[in-house]
């Protein structure tokens, strides 16, 4: 088992910067793929980006490819999101995710564990 609990959102205008980080515990995240999801008001949790159990190849939605940057820490146990030249469209609740599968899996069902999220909103 682990527990992930998302940290970093918040209010920042449109062109702005956020970093969110995903702490985990109870288990190493070094055996798990690691994604960060999003979901607006009214709409279904979508795909953002994941990262390999070795912090090297990664993966994103079409949507943040070139804006946004997934990394993680292994020693430290953490996950970041690197969000760049922010829309409001990116205005969501952010979830950090753990998955046994491959690192390009985006559907929701490949994801064992999930943290609680961080709300992003992105001014116009």
């Known amino acids: 088992q682990v527990q992930l609990s998302e940290s970093g959102g918040g209010l920042v205008q449109a062109g702005g910067s956020l970093r969110l980080s995903c702490a985990a515990s109870g288990r190493t995240i070094s055996v798990y793929n690691m994604a960060w999801f999003r979901q607006a008001p009214g709409k279904e949790r979508d795909f953002v980006a994941g990262?390999?159990?070795?912090?090297?190849?990664?993966y994103y939605a079409d949507s943040v490819k070139g804006r946004f940057t997934i990394s993680r820490d292994n020693a430290k146990n953490t996950v970041y999101l690197q969000m760049n030249s922010l829309k409001p469209e990116d205005t969501a609740v952010y979830y950090c995710?753990?998955?046994?599968?491959?690192?390009?899996?985006?559907?929701?069902?490949?994801?064992?564990?999930w943290g609680q999220g961080t709300q992003v909103t992105v001014s116009s």
């Open positions: 990262i390999s159990r070795s912090g090297g190849p990664s």
């Open positions: 995710a753990a998955g046994s599968g491959v690192y390009t899996d985006s559907l929701r069902a490949r994801f064992d564990y």
